[in-house]
């Protein structure tokens, strides 16, 4: 009982806040185009006192979760859409009742959190939901936030326009992620991280090199190397071309650095097991410390996907020709179409997203015998 | 010591410095022969060498016209000059600071945040490896323009941005740090009765300073790419990025380089600062050097 009544003080103050803004009606100022009608009204207080309740007094967890899940959205949502009209004439109460909702959420992530599914796809199926739930609200707040107060377009865009402005504006988006990534970013990434790959593996047959080379590259990586991107730009030209040269000294020294590092992971004893079936240099390397090497390799791929991507978006705030994710963003911000420059953030986020969850699926399959891998 | 770390790396630094010196004179020579025949002029190849290395605008700066022009502007100028690369280094070094010092505390809060509910673990944890998967930088300008629309100004736009990218390492490191303390220790302490607040500061807080360290160091390197990348979009007038900037706009590349090495010794004495920092801290609280 303890641990319930501990957990659902968050459906205790949303009871309080429900209160507070029937007290404290009506919901939006009285020149609002379109007032919320008593019935929405209604609903929206049931609904948010129906989840407290239930957080309240019910005991079972996931059917506390499954019903704080249903309310707190529902209210949500039902607040948000008869926002429409209504821009900046939100009172009090319309935040009251939207926190009340988010604390209904806050309870509902609390339960799901607690709760030990059997089966591991539930198990898998929550560890999506929660960080879901987080996401969602984060954009709830927002929308209610910039809409309710009204706050000015320039300065913070509500996420359903740089929704829309995302689906109108399709063709020139796909122009911008074909000239950015997939000429300068997949080029400049397979370029720098194969040749720091390749430096590594002949500063490893020669030890003067990897002594040298180390310290330097350590030193390179703290450098902001970012600041190469103007230069590249004068001798490579505004095409992609240069941006590819800023990405490919931005991922070269994080894979050699790497590299190297995970070279010197196997350990004496699997090396002189090595030695004593007589296998050479080369065989060594493939069999043995290469895949050994693996799990740095996959860090150094995983830390250069981000790179690269904020390497070619920064080398085109340089001069770029009239394409390309980082001079839509310099551009559209110079005009004050900030919903444009959420949009090319979104897809840059997407990309970056996808990206990294392919290198996790591939280091997975590839380094399966990994201790981190295994259960 | 002598001869296992320094002359590797000095021979690395000279070879380095020998290719530039021959990338120059080929990247150069080009614009010099065009040079040479708009003014009538033959010179013999000893004659091109020298001059390739010692143009006003050329290509690729040769690396003695580089250290002249950092030299110059470093410590022959008032500092107050704003030619003077103390001053912009000075403003970028602000920004850098404060966002550093932004950054690291909210990821201090967020690390206490998350090994203490385990909610916030939960929902949190994958969004904030998610915000670095973010090319975070393409939204520099736009916090700048847009917070320069509303009258915020000056530094605190560009310690936002340095504030974002330096909170991410310290709140994984200390997150980390402050699961340090082993099952044993933490019975240790149930065992005395703490408290979780006594159990916080006496044993998970000092257990996590050499993971706060470690994470420092990457967060204030960060820190600065971020202030830098901050100057870039706005035309700033003063800083390491708006330096480069000037010298892209107006193809004055020896500066542009020297910008380049002001930054890199900034990052340097940054790094190294953090980690006398962490030694002293280390002493401080009876670590014995390993």
């Known amino acids: 009982m303890s641990s319930l009544s501990r957990s659902s003080w968050q459906a205790a103050v949303s009871v309080v806040l429900t209160i507070a803004a029937l007290v404290k009606l009506p919901i939006f100022a009285d020149g609002a185009a379109n007032p919320l009608s008593t019935v929405a009204l209604i609903v929206i207080v049931i609904l948010t006192l129906t989840g407290a309740f239930a957080a309240l007094l019910l005991q079972q967890r996931a059917a506390v979760a499954a019903i704080l899940f249903v309310t707190a959205h529902a209210g949500a949502w039902l607040l948000l859409s008869n926002l429409s009209g209504n821009e900046g004439q939100a009172r009090a109460p319309f935040f009251l009742l939207i926190a009340a909702n988010w604390l209904l959420a806050w309870a509902c992530v609390t339960q799901l959190s607690a709760l030990r599914p059997e089966s591991r796809e539930i198990a898998v199926a929550l560890r999506l939901l929660i960080p879901a739930i987080f996401g969602a609200w984060v954009l709830i707040l927002w929308e209610a936030a910039t809409r309710g107060f009204g706050v000015p377009f320039v300065l913070l865009p509500p996420p359903s326009a740089i929704g829309a402005r995302i689906v109108n504006s ?90 190297v590092a995970g070279l010197g992971t196997a350990g004496h004893m699997e090396r002189d097991l090595m030695r004593t079936y007589a296998s050479d240099y080369w065989q060594t390397l493939l069999k043995l410390r290469l895949p050994a090497a693996m799990p740095f390799i996959f860090n150094a791929l995983k830390i250069n996907s981000t790179l690269a991507l904020i390497g070619a978006i920064v080398a085109e705030f340089f001069g770029t020709p009239i394409v390309g994710m980082g001079f839509r963003i310099s551009t559209e911000v110079g005009r004050m179409n900030v919903d444009m420059v959420w949009a090319e953030i979104f897809v840059a986020a997407l990309a970056g997203s996808l990206s990294y969850g392919l290198i996790a699926l591939v280091e997975r399959s590839v380094t399966f015998w990994h201790p981190s891998n295994r259960n | 010591m002598l001869k296992s770390r320094i002359l590797p790396v000095l021979t690395v630094v000279a070879a380095i410095v020998a290719v530039w010196y021959v990338a120059a004179v080929f990247m150069n020579a080009p614009v010099q022969r065009d040079m040479d025949k708009r003014a009538g002029i033959t010179s013999t190849t000893w004659e091109l ?234 002493r401080l609280m009876g670590g014995r050097p390993a």
């Open chain 1, 170 to 259: 399709m063709p020139v988006l796909a122009a911008d992620v074909q000239q950015t990534i997939f000429k300068a970013v997949l080029f400049g990434y397979v370029v720098g991280s194969a040749s720091g790959f390749a430096i590594a593996i002949l500063a490893d047959r020669v030890d003067f090199l990897r002594r040298g080379l180390l310290p330097i590259g350590n030193f390179v990586s703290a450098l902001p190397i970012i600041g190469v991107a103007p230069i590249m730009v004068m001798w490579f030209g505004f095409d992609w071309h240069s941006k590819a040269a800023v990405v490919v000294i931005m991922t070269f020294f994080p894979m050699l650095v790497n590299t």
């Open chain 2, 49 to 282: 060498v020298e001059k390739t290395m010692s143009q006003a605008k050329p290509t690729l700066p040769a690396p003695h016209q580089i250290a002249s022009n950092f030299f110059e502007n470093t410590f022959q100028r008032k500092i107050t000059s704003k030619r003077s690369l103390v001053y912009h280094g000075w403003v970028t070094l602000s920004s850098t600071l404060l966002g550093f010092a932004f950054g690291t505390a909210l990821g201090i809060v967020i690390a206490v945040g998350i090994v203490h509910l385990k909610s916030l673990e939960r929902s949190l944890m994958p969004w904030i490896i998610a915000s670095q998967t973010v090319p975070i930088l393409a939204i520099a300008p736009m916090v700048i323009v847009v917070l320069g629309a509303i009258n915020i100004t000056g530094l605190i736009p560009k310690a936002l941005i340095s504030t974002y990218l330096s909170f991410f390492p310290v709140t994984v490191g200390m997150v980390k740090g402050l699961r340090s303390p082993e099952a044993m220790h933490l019975d240790l302490m149930r065992t005395y009765n703490s408290s979780v607040g006594q159990t916080f500061w006496k044993l998970r807080v000092p257990a996590s300073v050499p993971y706060l360290f470690t994470s420092m160091k990457v967060a204030i390197a960060a820190s600065l790419v971020g202030a830098i990348v901050g100057e870039l979009p706005t035309g700033a007038v003063a800083g390491i990025g708006s330096k480069l900037l000037a010298g892209s706009y107006y193809s004055q590349t020896i500066d542009m380089w020297a910008a380049l090495i002001a930054g890199s010794v900034l990052a340097a004495l940054l790094v190294a600062g953090v980690d006398i920092a962490s030694r002293i801290t280390n």
